[in-house]
């Protein structure tokens, strides 16, 4: 997939994945990488930045499989941020495909 496509998108996956469970990292590349291809070093600058923007707060959890996991759970306000990137990308999504899909686009 195009690089910019993806990194248009990656933060709503994101939102959207944390908003309906909190997550660990390795756990959220994991479940982005079954939609987009990506790796770690994608994935964890935007962890961090969502954190730092107060739309992730984070807890430590311990594993039973190994060091203590960082834990991200969306904010009220990242529940508001995630609602309008959505909006955002549906209007996109649907301007795109309108202008793709007309009768005289050959």
């Not at 195009?2 to 944390?18: A, H, M, S």
């Not at 982005?32 to 962890?47: A, C, F, K, R």
């Not at 499989?65 to 959505?86: A, D, F, M, Q, W």
């Amino acid at each position: 997939m195009n690089t910019q496509f993806k990194k248009g998108v990656l933060e709503l996956l994101v939102l959207i994945i944390v908003s309906e469970k909190d997550c660990y990292g390795y756990e959220l590349v994991e479940e982005v990488s079954h939609i987009v291809d990506v790796n770690e070093g994608t994935i964890y600058p935007i962890l961090k930045r969502l954190t730092n923007e107060g739309f992730f707060e984070t807890y430590l959890e311990e594993s039973k499989e190994g060091p203590v996991r960082k834990y991200y759970h969306i904010t009220v306000s990242g529940k508001k941020r995630s609602k309008l990137l959505l909006q955002e990308w549906n209007t996109f999504s649907k301007s795109v495909n309108k202008f793709i899909n007309r009768k005289d686009n050959v």
